[in-house]
């Protein structure tokens, strides 16, 4: 292994660890907030907690987020590389880094107060106008939601830091900081919980969002990091960097209508559906949190490092390489989560308030949203690949072809399926929308006039259909083993039923586990060749 991909796959382990805990401690907020608030029980007081995150999270999307996401990291990434001195060049992107932080809190500072006097207007006619005749639950939506205003504020910070320690090549105080957004809800909810009600859960993750912040800004303090008080120079430089970003914005923009048309869709359905939808869409992210955005972010300075120098051939095979990677790792996840997806809501979420009627909603819900998710897995990591070549425009008519598909496929589905399905439509549009973003920017990877391959990756792309292939035998293996253990388990092991799906849970999980390693080396895949290799050299 060289130097390179030793340091990107430390890189990238370092991240995905962080993303893996911090997932874990999502799935314990989950499991406190179903405990506590239930879904469709408690007259979906968990929906006005859920509905409360989209305005905030319109306004950081659409003010931040956009520029963070694509525009940043190469920016500082540039001054560090402009100059042979280091010292001066840490100055000048310290300099560069407050300027941004300055610029942008007082920008979303600004909107989120305007959004704090017209958040009554905004939710009670646009985003829950499904909750009309409860005053209650509308009135208790608007106080969360300004609550969570204050959050934007937190994350706006604690993103420009975190794209600072990129560009600086550092993850460990970005990737530890991720776990201290859940650290921070959760302590809200079990402190002050008694007191506030779900208020408890507003503040928790405006507390989170603070945590997230500070761990950043002390990494960066640790790193070298010197604040001072300027703004960005709004020369052409400047204006520049934010044309780049408009394209980016604009894909974030239809992305948060698709949430805003959700949300209002779910507040028609019945009481808890915006609940178990959300809860449906967390589970699923696990695969996407741990493995993709993990994958992205330490892939994107390297199709960055590579478009620069003009290595397009290099590019693309590191595309197809990372996507091999994200589906090898990826879809068997999805599948074991796909099967044993009752077991894990009814241990997860199925306690106190959670009623059995919620657990079985969730699980065909989350059916429906795993599907899709290792489509969205591809599209963030072939998204990168273009914003490396400072291509914005292409994948933002991508992005909102995919939320008009996403509209039209939920607003039909809710239409036609029965009663118990609606919630589970709502999911099948989100998955239909992905498949059609995929395809498109894969086929668009070949269609860049001004980037000139000169190889065709034949041999990844047999590869990656060689995984596929393999993981579909895996899963319709694991269902049968699974079906077979969950009715030895029952029928001869008189234990509660919880302990019940943990054991049946754990037997299939180390059987797939043995299964895909097997499959592995039937099918020759790389990387079990290197793993037995090494075994045999023992």
């Not at 909102?400 to 549009?429: D, H, Q, R, V, W």
């Amino acid at each position: 292994m060289t130097e390179n991909k030793k340091k990107f796959f430390l890189a990238t382990l370092i991240v995905a660890v962080s993303n893996l805990l911090s997932r874990i401690l999502g799935l314990l907020r989950s499991t406190i907030l179903a405990a506590i608030y239930g879904a469709t029980e408690n007259n979906g007081i968990a929906d006005c907690y859920n509905a409360s995150f989209v305005l905030p999270d319109i306004i950081y999307n659409l003010t931040v987020f956009g520029i963070i996401s694509i525009v940043l990291v190469p920016f500082f990434s540039g001054i560090l590389s402009k100059q042979e001195d280091s010292l001066n060049n840490n100055e000048e992107l310290d300099k560069n880094c407050c300027a941004m932080l300055n610029f942008f809190f007082a920008a979303v500072a600004a909107i989120s107060i305007l959004a704090w006097f017209f958040a009554p207007v905004i939710v009670k006619n646009f985003l829950v106008k499904g909750f009309a005749g409860d005053s209650y639950k509308i009135e208790t939506t608007i106080r969360l939601t300004r609550i969570m205003l204050l959050q934007p504020l937190f994350v706006t910070l604690a993103g420009i830091l975190g794209s600072y320690m990129n560009a600086r090549e550092r993850y460990t105080s970005y990737s530890i900081a991720m776990l201290f957004y859940n650290v921070g809800i959760i302590a809200g909810i079990l402190l002050l919980n008694k007191k506030l009600g779900i208020d408890a859960a507003a503040w928790g993750t405006v507390l989170g969002s603070f945590l997230w912040f500070a761990i950043q800004l002390i990494g960066a303090i640790y790193a070298g990091f010197r604040y001072n008080f300027n703004f960005p120079k709004f020369d052409k430089e400047f204006f520049d960097l934010i044309f780049l970003a408009v394209p980016r914005v604009i894909a974030l923009g239809g992305e948060q209508f698709v949430k805003f048309f959700i949300t209002g869709y779910a507040s028609f359905l019945c009481a808890g559906a915006l609940t178990i939808y959300s809860y449906a869409e967390n589970f699923s992210m696990v695969p996407y949190g741990m493995i993709a955005v993990s994958l992205s972010t330490t892939a994107f300075p390297i199709f960055s490092k590579n478009f620069a120098l003009g290595e397009y051939d290099k590019m693309l095979e590191s595309l197809f390489d990372k996507l091999k990677i994200l589906l090898f790792l990826t879809l068997p996840i999805c599948s074991l989560m796909v099967i044993l997806r009752f077991e894990m809501i009814d241990i997860l979420l199925g306690y106190k308030s959670f009623t059995l009627q919620d657990t079985k909603l969730t699980c065909s819900t989350f059916l429906a949203y795993m599907l899709g998710i290792p489509f969205y897995s591809t599209t963030i990591i072939v998204a990168k690949y273009f914003y490396a070549q400072k291509k914005t425009f292409m994948p933002m008519f991508i992005s909102l072809l995919m939320c008009a598909t996403t509209i039209f496929s939920s607003y039909l589905l809710i239409k036609i399926l029965p009663e118990n399905m609606k919630i589970s439509g709502l999911a099948f549009g989100r998955t239909a929308g992905y498949l059609i973003q995929m395809i498109l920017l894969l086929v668009m990877v070949f269609c860049v006039k001004n980037v000139q391959y000169t190889i065709f990756p034949k041999m990844q792309i047999f590869e990656i259909i060689r995984i596929i292939i393999m993981n579909c035998i895996f899963a319709l293996v694991v269902f049968f083993i699974h079906s077979e253990i969950l009715t030895f388990i029952t029928e001869n092991i008189s234990l509660h039923n919880k302990l019940q799906y943990f054991i049946s849970g754990c037997i299939t999980g180390f059987t797939a586990i043995l299964l895909y390693f097997l499959l592995g080396i039937i099918f020759k895949l790389p990387y079990f060749n290197v793993i037995t290799a090494k075994f045999r050299k023992k």
